[in-house]
């Protein structure tokens, strides 16, 4: 059974800068891509970004691509969120994922097996 725990969330003023972690337990980490999702209050939980499992390939949601990176460290099961210039509309709960299949990137919610507990972004302008 894997295990997510995010970490990293607060309040920032628009402009500003947060980390987001996700330590992962429970799997074979390394073999797995891993994904990040936001949700907003009355909206859809949505793409954020994805990590393959290699760290060798990035992609990211539109409204995000530029400011946000994604990165992983296998060697402490954890991966990461870096937002950068963040806007009011960054608002919104961010969760960190697992495919339910090994290996393979994924971008859609129901392709990921296992979430976080989520962690509560509020970007005031």
């Known amino acids: 059974q894997v295990q997510l725990v995010e970490s990293g969330g607060g309040l920032v003023q628009a402009g500003g800068s947060l980390r987001l972690s996700c330590a992962a337990s429970g799997r074979t980490f390394s073999s797995y891509a891993m994904g990040w999702f936001r949700q907003a209050p009355g909206k859809e939980r949505e793409f954020v970004s994805a990590?393959?499992?290699?760290?060798?390939?990035?992609y990211y949601a539109d409204s995000v691509k530029g400011r946000f990176t994604i990165s992983r460290d296998n060697a402490k099961n954890t991966v990461y969120l870096q937002m950068n210039s963040l806007k009011p509309e960054d608002t919104a709960v961010y969760f960190c994922?697992?495919?339910?299949?090994?290996?393979?990137?994924?971008?859609?919610?129901?392709?990921?097996?296992?979430w976080g507990q989520g962690t509560q972004v509020t970007v005031s302008s």
């Open positions: 994922a697992v495919p339910s299949t090994r290996w393979r990137t994924a971008f859609y919610a129901a392709d990921y097996g296992h």
């Open positions: 990590l393959s499992w290699n760290g060798g390939s990035t």
